[in-house]
């Protein structure tokens, strides 16, 4: 018998869309919860549109992004603008345990569905938002996304090289840690509805997500007045520390050595050569004064080796060395097979491709990847039917006032 998941018999109606929210309630559905996705056909979610694989453009269900985002759920599609789209959404809502939005402050209000409205449908409503800065303040109603939250939080200013131009963390950092602040509000907000009875509102501001990453330096600015700058792969305290090119095509390995214990035990890895006992490099500050001709030197020695070859022999030695991995070594990963981090889906379009697995392990109540992400309105007849219990005329005057469809109203969509 399967054990049962940690969220099983929870309902989620799940507004969200692009990334930020749709992860926070993956790791619901991945866990036992009911997510049902909503998407409007005229706008799906940019996500569709965010690549395919095999070499060619994506279709509005041929997006593998999307698909690795949203496994576990049904998906129907809900145009909110019309009267009887509206109605439907308020059956959802009265279903539903979670109600999620991920929009720019006041788009959700004008379908009547903000957190003041949901709850009068159903008062012990759990509702959270997730945005760009959350719900008010002067600068609450500016667009953006992940990417310009993430120069909002600094992390432009301080990750590049000194003297070239901001390059940031790659991807839209913001939405892919923002999820996991979301779901660990949502099971404390559970866990307060089981034992008052009562619903709550949460608002995450993604902004400030980012910048609890980077409280080191505000605090080291607010205590010693000092500004973090971009500095490439240095590191105030240790040396050598960086990126060192490796034995082959673009192969490299970073090495950290932060103390005088890890110095002693990389000269011995690298064979005690004798520019190791010279005094440009016989103290931590030495190493950081001359950190140029160090790196050069380092550099000298692993070229010489394979990068796997060299963090293992850095870390039988303790010294903290790592691969810089491609995606195919990634793929290959014996830590990553072992501990099944991908899994292996069936989807409509792509075949079968690799899904991400939580980053955690439960082990009373341990996920279960079922389905790859819907196609859009794939389940809208089991939904509206056998959830919500829409009659057939329901749902055929639905589909007359165009507020259900399974093809995407929108241009350039296949």
């Given amino acids: ?16 869309w692009s990334i930020a929210g749709p992860m926070a309630t993956r790791e619901l559905a991945e866990h036992g919860a009911t997510v049902i996705r909503v998407e ?5 979610c940019p996500m569709r549109r965010a690549g395919s694989m095999l070499g060619r453009s994506a279709s509005i269900n041929g997006s593998f992004v999307f698909a690795n985002f949203n496994t576990n759920k049904l998906g129907i599609s809900l145009d909110l603008s019309k009267p009887k789209g509206q109605e439907a959404a308020r059956r959802l809502v009265k279903w539903a345990d979670i109600v ?22 159903k008062p012990d409503i759990i509702y959270f938002s997730t945005s760009l800065q959350g719900q008010y303040g002067p600068h609450s109603r500016y667009q953006a996304w992940g990417w310009q939250a993430a120069s909002l939080a600094g992390f432009y200013e301080t990750v590049g090289w000194p003297d070239r131009l901001p390059t940031g ?15 660990c509000a949502l099971i404390a907000a559970l866990d307060y509805r089981r034992r008052t009875g009562k619903g709550m509102y949460l608002d995450q501001a993604q902004f400030e997500v980012g910048v609890t990453f980077a409280e080191p330096s505000l605090l080291d600015y607010g205590v010693n007045g000092r500004i973090l700058k971009r500095r490439g792969n240095r590191d105030p305290y240790a040396a050598p520390h960086g990126s060192y090119r490796c034995q082959g095509d673009d192969s490299w390995c970073a090495i950290a ?22 005094q440009r490099f016989a103290s931590p500050a030495a190493r950081k004064e001359n950190e140029n001709q160090l790196d050069r030197l380092v550099e000298e020695w692993t070229v010489r080796h394979s990068a796997p070859d060299v963090m ?41 491709v690799l899904h991400q697995r939580p980053a955690y392990r439960l082990s009373r109540t341990p996920c279960r990847l079922t389905s790859t992400g819907p196609n859009l309105g794939e389940h ?32 350039g969509a296949r």
Avoid at 1 to 16: H, L
Avoid at 257 to 262: F, G, K, L, Q, R
Wanted: proline share 6%; net charge negative.
């Fill in 169 to 183: 963390i790659p991807g839209a950092y913001t939405d892919q840690i923002a999820p996991y602040y979301t779901v």
């Fill in 1 to 16: 018998m399967e054990k049962k998941q940690v969220f099983e018999g929870v309902k989620v109606a799940d507004f969200t």
């Fill in 380 to 411: 809208n007849e089991y939904v509206f039917k056998e959830i919500l219990g829409f009659s057939d005329d329901e749902i055929a005057d639905m589909l007359i006032e165009g507020a259900i469809t399974t093809e995407a109203d929108m241009p």
């Fill in 100 to 121: 999620g939005e991920s929009f720019g402050p006041g788009v959700i209000a004008r379908f009547g569905l903000d957190y003041e409205s949901v709850r009068k449908i």
């Fill in 40 to 44: 409007s056909h005229k706008y799906p």
């Fill in 312 to 352: 293992r022999m850095m870390q039988e030695r303790g010294v903290p060395a790592g691969v810089v991995q491609k995606n195919e070594d990634l793929f290959n990963d014996p830590q990553l097979r072992h501990r099944d981090s991908h899994e292996r889906l069936n989807h409509p379009e792509l075949g079968t």
């Fill in 257 to 278: 050595v932060a103390t005088d214990n890890d110095w002693e035990a990389f000269c011995e890895v690298i064979g005690n050569p004798a520019w190791t006992r010279d």
